[in-house]
């Protein structure tokens, strides 16, 4: 039983070498489970055999140069991968920044062409507005001051007019 188990092992570690030698012919992509698929061997086994695993990565890593037909790496497609992503999320919020502003100025052209929109000096209009509001204020308050004074003055010309009228002196003239 042992030497069944053996020779199962042997044959295992033959189709790998095997998955090795090709892939290193054909330029495929060299990963664990990539070549664990093409022996038929659980990735496990690869991972118990250390010096599979050292082979495989030996492999991965071979200069197209040295007998590797140029092939991409992983770790460059990732790269590439990355980029093209950041890449395509920068030019979608270009895009959208774009169509914000070709929007907004299709929108007022519109506007004013159609007769319904503001004049095109809104801001100085603004800022008259904002004055004349102020002067308002300013003026409401001296109104206020002048019939407190009006009051006041009332007051005193009452109160003078009942002091003279109460004064004995006056029904003498």
Do not use: C
Request: proline share 2%; aromatic share 2%.
């Amino acid at each position: 039983m042992i030497d069944g188990k053996r020779a199962d092992s042997a044959r295992r570690r033959e189709r790998v070498t095997q998955a090795i030698e090709a892939a290193l012919t054909s330029g495929g992509d060299i990963t664990v489970s990539g070549l664990a698929r093409v022996a038929r061997v659980d990735r496990t086994f690869l991972y118990r055999h250390r010096d599979l695993l050292e082979r495989i990565h030996v492999a991965a890593n071979t200069p197209a140069d040295q007998g590797r037909v140029a092939a991409v790496s992983r770790a460059s497609l990732q790269t590439d991968l990355a980029n093209a992503l950041d890449r395509n999320r920068r030019l979608t919020a270009r895009v959208r920044r774009l169509e914000k502003r070709l929007s907004s100025s299709l929108g007022e052209s519109v506007w004013a062409e159609s007769g319904l929109g503001a004049p095109v000096d809104i801001d100085q209009l603004q800022r008259r507005i904002a004055t004349l509001e102020q002067e308002l204020v300013d003026q409401n308050n001296e109104l206020e001051e002048r019939t407190e004074e009006l009051e006041a003055a009332r007051a005193a010309n009452r109160e003078l007019t009942r002091a003279l009228n109460s004064s004995p002196d006056h029904l003498k003239g």
